[in-house]
């Protein structure tokens, strides 16, 4: 492996991973995500949609040639996630340092950086 497609990978892993590991919260009904989607007015309908949703894009950022679509779709949910944060929940959300929130920049960055790459794939962007 190149150190381009190395890269590449690790560029559609981390994302996948953050968003896949989130699900067992979404979808066992964590305390700490019931709390989340209580105090953004989403629960327990926003709490399993977006896990379903989530479960889709993480798919999709892994398949190579659906990793355009899953990257778009990546960033507009962590549009969402950091806005919550900033707005509603905090950076900090039931003293978990910080880290859902860092792990929704992340997220974000990493799927920016995928559309970019990718951004040859995207029909619209192509003609």
């Known amino acids: 492996m190149t150190i381009k497609s190395t890269i590449n990978l690790a560029l559609r892993i981390v994302p996948a991973i953050i968003l896949l590991q989130t699900l067992y919260f979404k979808f066992s009904a964590a305390p700490e995500s019931v709390y989340i989607f ?21 798919i999709l950022i892994l398949i190579p040639k659906t990793t355009w679509l899953g990257a778009l779709m990546g960033m507009a949910i962590m ?19 910080g880290t859902l929130f860092i792990l929704a920049l992340v997220t974000f960055v990493f799927c920016v950086i995928l559309a970019w790459t990718n951004r040859n794939q995207i029909p619209y962007l192509n003609k």
């Open 79 to 97: 549009c969402g996630a950091i806005f919550s944060h900033l707005t509603k929940l905090g950076i900090v959300v039931q003293n978990d340092g």
């Open 38 to 58: 209580e105090t953004l007015g989403l629960e327990p309908h926003g709490r399993i949609g977006l896990g379903i949703t989530e479960l889709i894009v993480a």
